[in-house]
């Protein structure tokens, strides 16, 4: 998400929004929707670099159509936010809230 955004945001693409009720797409062959394979709760975990900007939220998304699996995860055809579980409390209320989840 960005500040002052009421969208999540593409940590990645930096113009691609999550939108409510759409599922995210891409084509796998170029870009795609990537998942990792095990929980990441904290931007340590994901290996935050300075040059995403904002904070980050976690949670799961489910993914479906042709997908490409890797070492640490899977590149999708689509996707769809199915949680937020961990980052700052306010904003996954806010975010929750938005996406109807939890």
């Known amino acids: 998400m ?3 955004d009421d969208r999540l945001h593409s940590v990645f ?3 691609y929004v999550w939108h409510p009720d759409v599922p995210a797409s891409g084509d796998v062959r170029t870009h795609g929707v990537y ?3 095990n929980l990441i ?3 340590e975990e994901y290996g ?4 995403v900007r ?4 976690f949670g799961k998304v489910k993914i479906w159509g042709e997908i490409v699996e ?3 995860g899977y590149r999708s055809q689509f996707g769809k936010v ?3 579980d961990y980052g700052d409390a306010e904003l996954l209320a806010k975010f929750r809230t938005i996406y109807r989840l939890n």
């Not at 904002?54 to 939220?57: N, V, Y």
């Open 54 to 57: 904002g904070p980050l939220l």
């Open 13 to 15: 693409i930096r113009d």
């Open 35 to 37: 998942s990792y394979r």
């Open 41 to 43: 709760r904290s931007s």
């Open 70 to 72: 890797h070492e640490a």
């Open 48 to 51: 935050y670099s300075p040059l």
């Open 2 to 4: 960005r500040a002052g």
């Open 82 to 84: 199915v949680s937020l």
